[in-house]
T-cell receptor, first 115, second 115 residues
């Protein structure tokens, strides 16, 4: 069975600084997808970034980038130039590329950006 | 276009009552997923459909929970004889295709409170 672990329940960062959120996962699959979702106080689920396991290049989306280490089963999210609007719960998620395409989420990291 | 919609957005019910939660996926989306999110946790998979066929219901916690999608569009998650432990956010997601490469789009959720 696949598992996703986020070991940082809460983090804070000063506005304009950089912060990295950690995520590790466990799977025996060779092909899969990894995601970071943002959940603001409205509790919407907003996709931040997605990584296909077969791609070696780390995904980037504007101020958001990942460090994907397949051998280490690590998938961290780096937020550059943090903004107050980045304050939210962040979930790391895993999805297989076969069978049931359900998401397996971690327990989340609550990020607070300080003015 | 319109996103995934869910109704009601909030539901308060007394213990022992039955509730029905509705999900209206994005038009044309063939796959539909149900998740449950307890406060402070990540969403957990309940069940999913491809078209009208329920493909996997391994995440349903017990036989009080059931789901249907009779015409391959709108889906209903029903909880019979609700208990306080059923209180959570119930979220659905839909995707355009059945393969793992397709993105899942989340609805706003139904917050269920059982008193």
């Amino acid at each position: 069975a696949q598992t996703v672990t986020q070991s940082q329940p809460e983090m804070s960062v000063q506005e304009a600084e950089t912060v990295t959120l950690s995520c590790t996962y466990d799977t025996s699959e060779s092909n899969y997808y990894l995601f970071w979702y943002k959940q603001p106080p409205s509790r919407q689920m907003i996709l931040v970034i997605r990584q296909e396991a077969y791609k070696q290049q780390n995904a980037t989306e504007n101020r958001f980038s990942v460090n994907f280490q397949k051998a280490a089963k690590s998938f961290s999210l780096k937020i550059s130039d943090s903004q107050l609007g980045d304050t939210a719960m962040y979930f790391c998620a895993f999805r297989r590329d076969s069978g049931t395409y359900k998401y397996i989420f971690g327990t989340g990291t609550r990020l607070k950006v300080l003015a | 276009g319109a996103g995934v919609s869910q109704s009601p957005r909030y539901k308060v019910t007394k213990r022992g009552q039955d509730v029905a939660l509705r999900c209206d996926p994005i038009s044309g989306h063939v796959s539909l997923y149900w998740y449950r999110q307890a406060l402070g946790q990540g969403p957990e998979f309940l069940t999913y459909f491809n078209y009208e066929a329920q493909q996997d219901k391994s995440g349903l916690p017990n036989d009080r929970f059931s789901a249907e999608r009779p015409e391959g569009s709108i889906s209903t998650l029903t909880i019979q004889r609700t208990e306080q432990r059923d209180s959570a956010m119930y979220r659905c997601a839909s995707s355009l295709g059945v393969a793992g490469s397709y993105e899942q789009y989340f609805g706003p959720g139904t917050r269920l409170t059982v008193t």
